[in-house]
């Protein structure tokens, strides 16, 4: 129910009222059937209008609609008086682009004033904020904390280490062009494999030497044409499976 309807439900209650009244002051016993009706359609409204919970949100409605208002009346102020300082800072701006018009030459405006004591405030600002920061800093640096840009020697330090490590490595990593391939060192058309070749020529020469022995078992008569008649310098891919059992064996 709205707050229109309880209203005039309201005022019928109290209109029928009234007419009670008059009737019971007249005491005509005709009108007795209706005024028996009357009371009746009366109690009937009072009681509907007394139910505590039909008074409670009629109660809430009245008050969300008084809040309403209220913020009508507030939303309509603020407006104006938005309306009011957008209206004072055109004027100002006009007033001041006419003053910056008919001033002469090398005259500073009025409002120099107004910018030192802006540039003072915010030069006490930054004061107390670099005060504020180095008070943090001294209470970090208390509790272990390390700030890179106080230890500059320390990192330039760890630096030029790290720059000496990686050119130790470098120098390590460079090959040596002092070796060469000797031109009896090949296996037929396939190319030598330079890095064990580099490998065996720069390593331990007694390794070599045993290395070499266990080999000679494996050398053949110079007469001897054929794969056998040299030991091959690298790898050579074996020849493929003869049928499919050797191929499923391969696989696995």
Known sequence: MSITEFQYQLASAVKTNRELDVWLNQDDPQNLSDV???LELFENAVQSLADPARLEHIQAKRSK?????AWQKRHRKKVQQQRVERSEKQRERRLLSITLASAPEGEEPARE???RTRIKELSRLLHRLTVLRDLRRKRLSAQGHFFPEEGNEFFDKIKAWHEQEEKQEEGKKKPDETWSIHSDDHWQH??????AYRFWTSGNLERLRRTRQDWDQYLVHQDVVGPEAKIPP???EPVPPANWVWATHLEY
Request: glycine letters at 0%; hydrophobic letters at 30%.
């Open 36 to 38: 028996e009706a009357s």
């Open 65 to 69: 609609l008084e809040k309403h208002k």
């Open 113 to 115: 004033p107004h910018s």
């Open 190 to 195: 396939m190319p030598l494999d330079k890095k």
């Open 234 to 236: 690298k790898f050579v």
